[in-house]
């Protein structure tokens, strides 16, 4: 069985290549140009010495440099490591180390940290720069990867490992999700019959491109034969007015933007009467904001659920459930505070943590998916990928809900030790160990408690040795100092009394963390 993500791409170029592909700033693509430029770095990666199989990690803002690197990288039968540019330096390093990546790409806002990282990772021997600038002495430049003569792409199977995205692990390391070129093209295809992609559609990627919820969309768009419209970041301002500017149909964000971009005055005074969608993921929108949202914007909504490890779409919160369900109507309405229904291709059961056998609907329990867009496994990591991936195709998800009698998804819990703030998701060890290298810490619990703007925020409750003292600013800029600045708590607690454990010594976290959740309806955010 064959399936490689250039599929998409060769699709839209043969039938439309003349129309718009790419909108970046003043830089605009048509599909057939794209084609070119993307057919030709597989010549471009073999003059670097980049061979078949070899991992090349990505460290970037979005650009249209970035969605070729997607369209291209894996489809030249390498392997893409995307990288969050939100992470500390050592992070990075470790990623790079983990995945053994041969070459690094960097744009401007990246460079120095890129060449910090070439000295510092062995595995790398080539750095190439993404930027718009002048290119730096003795670098290859994207610009010479993708000028040369087009060549064909290989005929890859549909289990060829097209990407390696690291996601936080509960156990203090990070994991690498190793994405096949199958998983990212099913995935795609879900999405578009969840949200019916068209080739009128303008999308704008303002999610973060390391973001498996946008490299998503750049294959479906593309398969339709859409616009993509790209913004470095986002900005809310920026966002309202390239909407109308640009006349952007398609939209995803998380609620924590999507309350930024209300809040912004520039909404107010932009077009934004061209958006047919907005679908939002991460976390279910409070109510308010939903009503607020709806309000404001005429459009429809889609609420997303899904993870890195099912590339990522699981279930889908439609449409038709929020205007219906606005309007009062049961069951709709009951479905606003859901992670929606399985999607097309995708089974969906809930499962006994414990046992592992399903459980009647309305009985709490794991979320358990198996579908093509499921991953291969977490990269060079047996243990943890047979911890989660049974034998018969299940992905143990670690999420906690129920189901009820239409198999709408209610998450109330998570089995993972991992908080989710403003979209993004972070595993409290890593925090922990973090704040165990402070001096004088003796115990750390770190779990997330509410948060109106962000969903959930971090907070750290810490035990000191006896005779030894800290402040609450100084443990929050040594964490910052060793882990991206989103993970570091937003406050510490100090106590004097030891931390509850269980028999086994263990901290139990639950004990300390439910007097924060005592009056929320359910323990996520």
């Known amino acids: 069985m064959h399936g490689t993500t250039a599929w998409p791409l060769i ?43 070899e991992v090349v990690s990505v460290l970037a803002d979005n650009s249209a440099s970035h969605l070729e690197a997607w369209l291209g990288v894996p489809s030249h039968g390498r392997v893409i490591n995307d990288l969050n540019v939100r992470l500390a330096e050592a992070e990075l390093a470790f990623m790079i180390d983990d995945c053994g990546a041969t070459a690094l790409i960097v744009d401007d806002s990246h460079l120095d940290v890129g060449r910090s990282l070439l000295d510092r990772c062995p595995s790398v021997q080539t750095l190439i720069y993404m930027g718009g600038g002048s290119p730096p002495p003795g670098m290859t430049t994207w610009e010479r990867l993708v000028s040369g003569e087009p060549v064909a792409f290989p005929d890859l199977a549909a289990d060829t490992l097209a990407a390696i995205v690291y996601t936080g692990g509960t156990s203090g390391r990070s994991k690498g999700v190793m994405l096949s070129h199958g998983n990212l093209l099913a995935n795609a295809k879900q999405y578009t019959i969840a949200i019916k992609h068209l080739r009128s559609d303008r999308y704008l990627h303002v999610l973060p491109m390391f973001h498996v919820a946008d490299t998503s969309q750049t294959f479906a768009v593309t398969w339709a034969g859409g616009t993509h419209v790209i913004l470095p970041s986002f900005q809310p301002a920026a966002v309202a007015r390239t909407i109308e500017r640009e006349r952007i149909t398609l939209l995803q964000l998380v609620p924590t933007t999507i309350a930024m971009l209300l809040d912004d005055p520039t909404s107010d005074e932009c077009d934004l009467s061209s958006l047919r969608l907005l679908f939002y993921a991460a976390s279910p929108m409070p109510a308010e904001l939903q009503r607020r949202a709806m309000k404001r914007l005429d459009c429809e909504f889609s609420q997303m659920y899904g993870m890195t490890e099912a590339a990522p779409l699981v279930s889908h919160c439609s449409a038709e459930d929020h205007r219906r369900g606005a309007a009062g109507e049961q069951p709709y309405a009951d479905r606003l505070a859901s992670a929606g229904a399985p999607i097309v291709g995708v089974q969906v059961e809930i499962h006994d943590p414990v046992t592992g056998e399903p459980v009647p609907d309305g009985t709490p329990g794991e979320i358990w998916v198996r579908g093509p867009n499921v991953m291969l496994g977490y990269w060079n990591l047996p243990n943890e990928t047979a911890a989660v991936l049974t034998p018969d195709g299940w992905y143990r998800s670690g999420d906690v809900a129920y189901a009820d009698r239409y198999g709408y998804l209610y998450i109330v819990d998570r089995v993972k030790d991992m908080i989710v703030s403003g979209g993004e998701n972070i595993y409290s060890t890593e925090v922990e160990l973090a704040l165990y290298e402070y001096p004088g810490v003796r115990e750390v619990a770190v779990f997330g408690v509410p948060d109106p703007k962000w969903g959930e ?69």
């Open 457 to 525: 925020r971090v907070h750290a409750i810490v035990v000191m040795e006896d005779g030894r003292d800290a402040t609450a600013n100084q443990l929050i800029a040594h964490s910052r100092s060793l882990i991206a600045g989103y993970k570091t708590p937003r406050a510490v607690e100090f106590r004097t009394d030891p931390l509850p454990k269980s028999a086994a010594g263990k901290i139990l976290k639950r004990e300390v963390r439910d007097a924060y959740w005592a009056l929320e309806s359910r323990q996520v955010s």
């Open 11 to 53: 699709r839209a170029a043969r039938i439309w290549p003349d129309d718009e592909a790419i909108v970046d700033g003043a830089t605009r693509v048509t599909y057939g140009e794209l084609y070119a430029r993307v057919a030709a770095l597989g010549g471009g990666l073999d003059r670097c010495g980049i061979e078949a199989g």
